[in-house]
């Protein structure tokens, strides 16, 4: 069965993106933290420049990835990546399908009704995978509906006083956390938390 791995940057402060919605900053890691060149593959590939151990952690993190279920913001943001994500089918919670989609020969769905249709569908789709969840809104939703097996958080070495918060409207707290793995990168601390069932 797959897993439900949220997997996101934050800021040390906790925010994944700046007062003006901007995630640049937390990102930086992937650009300039190191001499590593990694394919960022999909549609609209990105080449990355990480240290050694960020490069080793997003490849491991990244072959075992199926398929993703990330919220419209983000979708938005990324200009839908071309139309095929880089970590398999995409399956974007969304109120309105946006205008033009969905295209042919992309990869991207748009679920309207809801966070556990999307995780099941992305279950379905991964192939034995496991299933990414991004972005601040839609994590929280899989917190709160129990559907999360691991937290991935790579904490980029960054403050930014304020923006889009990852943990902001939290419903079933406490919520326990297993003990992590970390990796230490350059200019990141990547953490991965197993999410325990109560």
Known sequence: MSDVIATMSMSLDGYVAD???????VFGWYFGSGDVE?????????AFRMSEPSA??????TSGLGALVTGRRTFDTAQGWGGNHAWGPAFVLTHEIPAGW???GSTVSFVTDGIDSAVRQAKEAAGGKSVA??????????????LLDHLQIDVAAIL????????????????TLGSPTVVEGVGVTHLRYPVLKP
């Open 102 to 104: 969905p295209r042919p």
């Open 133 to 146: 969840v991004h972005g601040a809104d839609t994590i929280q939703q899989c917190l709160n509906a129990g």
């Open 56 to 61: 080793q952690h997003f490849r491991d993190l």
């Open 160 to 175: 930014l006083g304020g923006g889009v918060r990852l943990f902001d409207r939290l419903t079933g707290t406490p919520a």
């Open 19 to 25: 007062p003006d919605g901007d995630p640049t900053g």
């Open 38 to 46: 990694v394919d960022g593959g999909g549609s609209d590939p990105m």
